[in-house]
């Protein structure tokens, strides 16, 4: 038997190597299981509810997809499913083109937090912004990370880009109604009020001294803003008038905590912004109310 040159070993040992990989994955290498809506199964829907929209993939075996807007609210992104995960981790978020395109090429975005529970993935709005505008561009998105509750398998989560601009004019018609606040609240207190009345009582009153001693804890002195609320008795001007004095009244009490009057805004919303937008003394006692925000904004 004749003994092999260099080259020939090295091709035969290349020769090897080529056939595991051809052959599969490598044991213990096992693909991670697999979850989206296919192009014919692919659809995005708005939902429109009291003072808040959604954008909504349904995701066979796993969940749903959710972009929402609430009044008053940021908008924002979250995966909820089936199966919540019962540990911390972290998802590789990628993007890439759909089946039928060639103009793009897979990339990896960056990771996203994993928590427990029913929303397991939850972006903020800068970066649901991002992921809109992946969707939008006609790219499909997708997240993979540990899952505990199905074992600790690798889990991978696609979104398809498939009807998505199809929805966006029912989704974008409805954020156009929604309130806007134009800051992001760091600390949020509510405070409520009786019926036609505009004065705190005392455990209101514990309310305010406790956002006032939030924003004295502040490094830098930040911008309080507070809206005032009513239920939808009475007429428009009339509970116009009134939250006005409810927003009034809690920024007088502020005001004594030792907050500076020109670093609190007040606004008033009548009946135009209920928490419950039901009927009955139950709904109107949550509506008849004043927040109170701690804002992002230094002054």
Not at 82 to 98: D, E
Not at 152 to 163: A, D, F, P, Y
Request: net charge neutral.
């Amino acid at each position: 038997m004749h003994s092999m040159t260099p080259l020939q070993t090295a091709t035969r040992l290349l020769s090897m190597v080529w056939l595991v990989a051809a052959s599969g994955p490598i044991l213990g290498a096992e693909p991670p299981l697999q979850y989206g809506a296919g192009p014919a199964q692919s659809s995005w829907r708005a939902f429109s509810a009291a003072h808040r929209c959604e954008l909504v993939q349904e995701i066979p075996r796993y969940g749903r997809a959710v972009f929402s807007q609430a009044s008053g609210g940021d908008f924002e992104f979250a995966l909820h499913v089936l199966a919540p995960p019962s540990q911390p981790g972290t998802a590789t978020l990628s993007v890439l083109p759909p089946a039928w395109r060639y103009d793009a090429a897979p990339r990896t975005v960056g990771n996203v937090d994993v928590r427990p529970g029913e929303r397991p993935i939850r972006m903020s709005r800068g970066s649901a912004f991002d992921l809109y505008a992946q969707l939008e561009r006609g790219l499909d998105a997708r997240f993979e990370y540990e899952d505990w509750a199905v074992g600790k398998e690798r889990v991978s989560v696609t979104l398809s880009t498939v009807h998505f601009r199809d929805a966006l004019p029912e989704f974008l018609g409805c954020t156009q109604g929604l309130i806007q606040l134009g800051f992001t609240p760091m600390a949020e207190r509510r405070v409520g009020f009786a019926t036609d009345k505009a004065v705190l009582s005392a455990e209101t009153a514990a309310e305010v001294a406790a956002m006032a001693a939030l924003w004295h804890a502040q490094p830098l002195p930040t911008r309080i803003v507070v809206a005032g609320h009513a239920d939808e008795r009475g007429s428009a001007d009339y509970n116009d008038a009134l939250s006005r004095r409810r927003a009034e009244a809690v920024r007088a009490a502020l005001v004594k905590q030792g907050v500076p009057e020109r670093l609190i805004e007040t606004r008033h919303y009548g009946f135009r912004w209920p928490l419950d937008p039901g009927s009955g003394e139950a709904a109107w006692s949550r509506n008849r109310r004043a927040d109170i925000w701690l804002t992002d904004s230094a002054m």
